[in-house]
């Protein structure tokens, strides 16, 4: 008899609007009452699934490697049933080369909402499973181009877009100050102002037990160092430094050449910066001063193994041992 068992994946890519593409479960119910229906046999331990991975993450998808062990020696599995083909990845090439690979492995793949194979066996499947793939790789890139643009209009209009600022709370897209956190910003950009290092502020917090950004009694220099480097608190939203790119089938984090920045009304420590909104934030300007411009403000020491100056006009007595001694 035939054994089956499927692979669901639940992307993060915006372009999933297929309700089947929202749920790893739906995915798992779907494929068993399509192998109910085909006379196979649905094999549980034969489950493969991946909630809230992106399809063009081809590394570290737990589930899709799991499978991929599954199959490489002596194994059970003879059909295994996805949703559609983008489940099993939107990348035009590795998409290619995963049905390959399973089919090799003498594993058929089918698709319940199509109700038909997905093989690159012959010409014209090939083809048409390339024009898929390119397609769910297409629409990923576009996806993600949305997303992104979106974020910088919310950025460039001065809004929240997304994450958590100490000292603030989100509503409706706008930052609201929490009193409580923003008397902690006040106080520690107070205390570096008058010469207090990451380590001294942080152990005087834990001594007030006042709540840290996580809202432990604990602080680290760390997380002082961050709230006072951080250009928000001036009155600067800065968004788009870096983003994540694709290589090699995984995601990388690289400089963005796409920055924006706008200004915004704070209210936390606006007094306690050195500068206009717009300037060098305040942790650069109290930091400490460079080494070389330490070295060239200190006053000049006489060098002792040079004889002392002579007056104006004075002829030295010993002019040998003097040129020696140059």
Known sequence: MVVAGCYARKSTDEGDKAADAKSVARQVQRAKEYVAKKGWRFDDDLVFSDDGMSGAEFRTRAGLNRLLETVKGKHKLNVLIVSEQSRLGRDTI???????????????????????????????????????????????????????DKMRQLAEQGRSTGGRLYGYETKGGQRIVKPSEAEVVRRIFKRRAEGAGYFKIARELERDEVASPRGARSWSPTQVGSILSNATYSGVSVWGRTRQVRRRGTRVTEKSPDLARAGWATEVSTDCWEAPPHAVPVLRRLRRPDARAVRQEAPQVPDLHQPPPLRQGAVPEYPAVARRAR
């Open 94 to 148: 590795r998409t290619l080369a995963l049905i390959q690979a399973l089919t090799d492995a003498d594993v058929r793949i089918f698709s319940y909402l199509e109700d038909k194979e997905i093989s690159v066996d012959d010409e014209m499947a090939e083809i048409e499973q390339f024009m898929k793939s390119w397609a769910g790789a297409s629409e990923r890139r576009k996806a993600s181009q949305r997303v992104r």
